[in-house]
C-alpha cells in the first residue's frame, strides 16, 4: 500500500526529530535520490510504488553513482547533499528516511532491497539482519 505523502512526511518528521516538515522533506529527498542509484529492476519499481508520487519519481531518478557505496560512504554521501550537514546528522537523517521506508515496504521487499546493497545497509534501515 502507498503511504500518502503528509503520511510519510511526518513519519520521518517524527523519527528524525525535526522542527518542520520541509527539513524532513529535504532528508528524505537526499536519501531516496542516493538509494535510487543502488537499486535497479523490478525491486525499485516495486519500492517506487509504494512510495508517495513525487518521492517515488525521485528514486526512479536517482542520481548517479559510478559503484554502490558502503553504508558509510552511503552517510557521507548524504551530509555531502545538505547544506550544514555533518556525517553524524546526516547518519540521523539517512536512519529517519529508511526506517521509514523498512516499515512502508514489509519484510519481503525490504529483503530484496538489501540483496541490492552493499553489507551493513540492513542497520541504516534499523533492521539489523541476522549473520
Do not use: C
Not at 59 to 85: C, Q
Not at 114 to 124: F, H, K, R
Request: proline share 5%.
Amino acid at each position: 500500500m502507498t503511504l500518502r505523502r503528509e503520511a510519510f512526511l511526518d513519519h520521518v518528521k517524527d523519527r528524525g526529530e525535526y522542527g518542520t516538515a520541509a527539513e524532513a522533506e529535504r532528508a528524505a529527498r537526499v536519501v531516496l535520490a542516493l538509494l535510487g542509484a543502488h537499486l535497479v529492476g523490478e525491486v525499485r519499481a516495486q519500492l517506487a510504488a509504494r512510495l508517495p508520487e513525487g518521492f517515488a519519481l525521485i528514486l526512479l531518478n536517482p542520481l548517479h553513482s559510478a559503484e554502490p557505496l558502503s553504508p558509510d560512504r552511503f552517510v557521507r554521501a548524504t551530509a555531502a547533499w545538505i547544506d550544514g550537514a555533518t556525517e553524524q546528522t546526516a547518519a540521523w537523517d539517512v536512519s529517519a528516511v529508511l526506517s521509514t521506508v523498512a516499515d512502508s515496504v514489509g519484510d519481503d521487499l525490504l529483503g530484496q532491497i538489501l540483496l541490492q546493497l552493499p553489507a551493513g545497509y540492513d542497520l541504516l534501515f534499523g533492521r539489523p539482519q541476522p549473520t
